[in-house]
T-cell receptor, first 116, second 112 residues
Framework: NAGVTQTPKFRVLKTGQSMTLLCAQDMNHEYMYWYRQDPGMGLRLIHYSVGEGTTAKGEVPDGYNVSRLKKQNFLLGLESAAPSQTSVYFC???????????????FGPGTRLTVL | AQTVTQSQPEMSVQEAETVTLSCTYDTSESDYYLFWYKQPPSRQMILVIRQEAYKQQNATENRFSVNFQKAAKSFSLKISDSQLGDAAMYFCASQGAQKLVFGQGTRLTINP
């Protein structure tokens, strides 16, 4: 049982390049989330998904796209990277509240992205 | 809208002593949860303790306990018998309808 995993752990991009971050969970969770963490700040929600095939915008969605083609995977895409997207990115997952869960989110180890 | 405020950017405590980290929140939702997460240098976000807002009893997990004051919208974390391994960033978070909102964090240093 690996929990929540993220690929890659580190990445350096040049301005304008594109990339995709992969998040995978093996806990059969319905909900998945992408956050970014900047120095001196807590985590901020970028996008989230309440089930396979669904996505929704969070607090800071601009410049990012997401897809949830399979229940266990949640992809975060940067089409044209900018230096302002230099950050640590965290993926998380949780059960559906409709299942009577306590909504605890379990986090992946993070991806450190630098955009030059 | 939900907001979470941690007014202590840094705290320090002597090993084996007790420390309390403060958190206040604001939410318009009637059904919500509150969390404390720990982030050591490894960056991993680790759940420390969880409180359901409808429960009056304060949550406790071994050396970690909370003081949940619902009317005051306050949710502080008490760490008893502090250990060197407790050194980390601590984030308070509030969860309403699926969305988890974090405070800015408190960096806790343990002095041997």
């Amino acid at each position: 049982n690996a929990g929540v995993t993220q690929t890659p752990k580190f990445r350096v991009l040049k301005t304008g390049q594109s990339m995709t971050l992969l998040c995978a969970q093996d806990m059969n969770h319905e909900y998945m989330y992408w956050y970014r963490q900047d120095p001196g700040m807590g985590l901020r929600l970028i996008h989230y998904s309440v089930g396979e095939g669904t996505t929704a915008k969070g607090e800071v969605p601009d410049g990012y796209n997401v897809s949830r083609l399979k229940k266990q995977n949640f992809l975060l895409g940067l089409e044209s990277a900018a230096p302002s997207q230099t950050s640590v990115y965290f993926c998380a997952s949780s059960y559906s509240r409709l299942a009577g869960s306590t909504d605890t989110q379990y986090f992946g180890p993070g991806t450190r992205l630098t955009v030059l | 809208a939900q907001t979470v405020t941690q007014s202590q950017p840094e705290m320090s405590v002597q090993e084996a002593e007790t420390v309390t980290l403060s958190c206040t929140y604001d939410t318009s939702e009637s059904d919500y949860y509150l969390f404390w997460y720990k982030q050591p240098p490894s960056r991993q976000m680790i759940l420390v303790i969880r409180q359901e807002a409808y429960k009056q009893q304060n949550a406790t997990e071994n050396r970690f306990s909370v003081n949940f004051q619902k009317a005051a919208k306050s949710f502080s974390l008490k760490i008893s018998d502090s250990q060197l391994g407790d050194a980390a960033m601590y984030f308070c978070a509030s969860q309403g309808a699926q969305k988890l909102v974090f405070g800015q964090g408190t960096r806790l240093t343990i002095n041997p």
